[in-house]
């Protein structure tokens, strides 16, 4: 996961709520990753923020990491990726890589 955030044109998205992001997340090093805060309340507000085209354009053509407390919102925005993939041909990524177990 450390290596993979060295690695350019990758992103890395934490999707925990706003509350943990501030608190602390994780930090690419130079020239690699970039660090995408959806700013997000809660879980429920994923679909509305990855349904955004200034979203989308970040996203596309890029290994996607994300990460979360426990793995549960992991799996629903890897989800949600599926589903944009599937109904948007034209947007594709390099992968989505997810931290397994989440972070505490």
Not at 7 to 28: A, L
Not at 71 to 80: D, K, M, P, Y
Request: aromatic share 8%; net charge neutral; charged share 25%.
């Amino acid at each position: 996961y450390h290596k993979m955030m060295a690695e350019p044109n990758t992103v890395i998205i934490d999707v925990r709520n706003r509350y943990e992001t501030e608190i602390g997340h994780f930090q690419p090093p130079t020239g690699g990753a970039q660090f995408i805060d959806p700013k997000v309340r809660n879980s429920h507000e994923l679909p509305k923020w990855l349904g955004m085209p200034e979203t989308q354009e970040k996203l596309k053509g890029k290994k996607v990491m994300m990460y979360c407390t426990g793995g549960i919102r992991c799996e629903r925005f890897s989800a949600l990726m599926t589903q944009l993939k599937t109904e948007n041909p034209d947007f594709q990524t390099e992968g989505e890589f997810m931290l397994r177990g989440g972070i505490e």
